[in-house]
Nanobody
């Protein structure tokens, strides 16, 4: 089992920045890739960014390319999502997720085995 705990959400003005963190614990050796997803009120959960846990192979949703950066701190088993130039439409609950499946970085929710509890990001205009 893998446990994921997100933090770093909050309220920010449009154009501002936030950095989300996701601490992984438990059987982290089983993680192949990590992803960040978000869910806005009344909308489906959507892929934001993903990466191979061992490094490299990053992927982003078109809506966040050039503004968000996914990364990992190897020493702390922590994944990050650096968000810049935030827009009101980025408002959502953000979740990190871990997948044991080997392959390309996936945007599909069903490919991910473990999920955090989510952290709220609110961007005011």
């Amino acid at each position: 089992q893998v446990q994921l705990v997100e933090s770093g959400g909050g309220l920010v003005q449009a154009g501002g920045s936030l950095r989300l963190s996701c601490v992984a614990s438990g059987r982290t050796i089983s993680i192949y890739q990590m992803g960040w997803f978000r869910q806005a009120p009344g909308k489906e959960r959507e892929f934001v960014a993903g990466m191979r846990w061992s490094g490299g192979t990053l992927d982003y949703a078109d809506s966040v390319k050039g503004r968000f950066t996914i990364s990992r701190d190897n020493g702390d088993n922590t994944a990050y999502l650096q968000m810049t130039s935030l827009k009101p439409e980025d408002t959502a609950v953000y979740y990190c997720a871990a997948s044991r499946t080997v392959g390309l970085v996936s945007f599909k929710l069903l490919r991910y085995d473990y999920w955090g509890q989510g952290t709220q990001v609110t961007v005011s205009s």
